[in-house]
């Protein structure tokens, strides 16, 4: 593709999100790179975010930016429920997607999604962010050392926390709380990230049993899970996911990791701090370690010589940037839309676990039985 020309549905947290990452990184593409419409059903909203992020027009008709022949590009931005038809409409005119999680309501949504990509394929990339953060790669990086050496993976322990995502500081998402738009609760909304960086760090889940709770009240939206899982490899582990009510503690995803000689702990996804203990030391990496560490990686060495343009730990740039630089380029999109859909049935398969009384559930054998795959 010789340019992006982006068109951008929905206003809200991610649509201003991406859009102000896409003019943060315009810099590095050389005119290759335009923002041209944005679209939200609340005309106002998209045009407050038209003049904040320089984009050329807004509308409150998605349809403008799906038939508007200058847009090759289409980041869909919008709640749960309509993400299968703007991806339908944007794969059958030929434009590149940037898919926001989760992007269904149904399995059979997700399996149709799959099939017209199949027919029709058009670059598509999964929003699964924190593959795009600095310092998970560093936190990858010392897994597989450890795995190198030998050491057996004992457990990883996941605590993920977020402000009930309502009408926070950080995200002002009503619509979360209609079961009509969503497709259930804090582990489709917020937790699939963590189903997919999981098999990201350790490869693939092969069980899982779950339990949810709802504190908040609101009907099939659940505001807590726990779930036991097994890998592949036979380690066991467990995370928890939960929204409260606790506006100044937005959100932390906490690991806990255990080899058999190594333990590892993170409570951030900014490039603060990361501890490995091992029997000679405890080595507790600041924010300048994390960089050399992620600059040792080549972790996209063409940003962190202008880290005045994009921050390093500004991981929703990071993955804008990669985007755009694939697909000018003619470059492998991940994650795929496979790994969404294979991150969106372990879900599915949680839940179906928490309503039959926490029973163990195959993952393969749910996902052939539920996506055909």
């Not at 005119?93 to 949504?109: M, R, S, Y």
């Not at 080595?283 to 005045?308: C, G, I, S, V």
Request: aromatic share 10%; glycine share 6%; net charge negative.
């Amino acid at each position: 593709m010789e340019t992006v020309h982006v068109g951008i549905i929905g206003a809200g947290y991610m649509g201003r999100e991406h859009a102000r990452c896409l003019r943060l990184v315009k810099p590095f593409f050389n005119g290759r790179l335009q923002v041209v419409g944005i679209a939200d059903t609340n005309k106002e909203t998209a045009e407050a975010a038209a003049r904040e992020f320089e984009i050329g027009y807004a509308t409150d008709d998605a349809e403008r930016i799906l038939n508007d022949p200058s847009i090759n590009t289409v980041y869909s931005c919008v709640p749960t429920k309509f993400h299968p038809d703007i991806f339908r409409r944007a794969v059958e005119t030929g434009k590149a997607v940037f898919l926001e999680k989760p992007f269904a309501q149904t399995q059979a949504q997700v399996k149709a999604m799959q099939t017209l990509l199949h027919a029709n394929p058009v670059p598509c990339q999964v929003g699964f962010v924190l593959r795009f953060t600095p310092v998970y790669h560093v936190l990858k990086s010392r897994i597989e050392e450890c795995s190198k050496k030998g050491s057996p993976l004992m457990t990883v322990l996941l605590r993920d926390d977020q402000a009930l995502p309502l009408a926070g500081r950080m995200h002002f998402t009503p619509w979360r709380a209609d079961p009509k738009l969503t497709a259930g609760g804090v582990l489709i909304e917020h937790g699939i990230h963590d189903i997919d960086i999981m098999e990201w760090f350790f490869g693939p889940i092969a069980k899982v049993r779950a339990r949810s709770r709802n504190f908040a009240g609101y009907q099939n939206v659940e505001d807590y899970i726990s779930i036991e899982f097994t890998l592949k490899s036979g380690t066991m582990g467990s995370m928890v996911h939960l929204w409260h009510a606790i506006e100044p503690h937005q959100s932390i995803r906490h690991f806990e990791i255990f080899f058999r000689d190594t333990f590892m702990t993170l409570d951030s996804y900014a490039m603060d701090s990361l501890l490995v203990r091992d029997n000679n030391a405890d080595h507790m990496f600041t924010r300048e370690d994390l960089f050399r560490e992620a600059k040792k990686l080549n972790f996209y060495p063409e940003l962190t010589r202008r880290d005045d343009i994009v921050f390093m730990g500004d991981y929703y740039a990071i993955e804008d940037y990669t985007f755009v630089r694939n697909v000018l380029e003619g470059k492998t999109l991940a994650p795929t839309l496979a790994d969404g859909a294979r991150a969106y049935g372990i879900v599915q398969a949680c839940y179906w676990s928490a309503a039959h009384g926490s029973e163990e559930v195959d993952i393969e054998e749910f996902l052939k039985r539920t996506q055909g795959s």
